[in-house]
């Protein structure tokens, strides 16, 4: 019974960790390391540290590269389930953690 969880599990895992990956890429281009950097992931969650007068720029910014990957144009596959990210900002990572 495990091992049948483990076998349906790990692909859906190992997408969202790919997706991760790839969103992180896609980042890069997008951010000015002196307002705003990616600091370390966790899971499918990318963990940013942003100058705080300008965070909804980049909430907004990294909700859509984070959504809208192109996944057909770069892998040839289509998702049939809607990609939401999550965007959450706090002062402290213990906050939202």
Known sequence: ME?????INSPVQSMASDMML???????DELNPREAF???TLHDAIMFQIKEDI??????V????????PLKKT???DLS?????EVEYGHHWGEWV
Request: with cysteine; charged share 20%; hydrophobic share 55%.
């Open 3 to 7: 091992a049948e969880r483990q076998a």
């Open 22 to 28: 790839f969103a992180m890429v896609k980042l890069i």
């Open 38 to 40: 990616m600091v370390m």
């Open 55 to 60: 965070i909804g720029e980049y909430t907004t």
């Open 62 to 69: 990294i909700k859509q590269v984070m959504e809208e990957l």
């Open 75 to 77: 892998f040839g596959c």
């Open 81 to 85: 389930v809607p990609v939401v990210a």
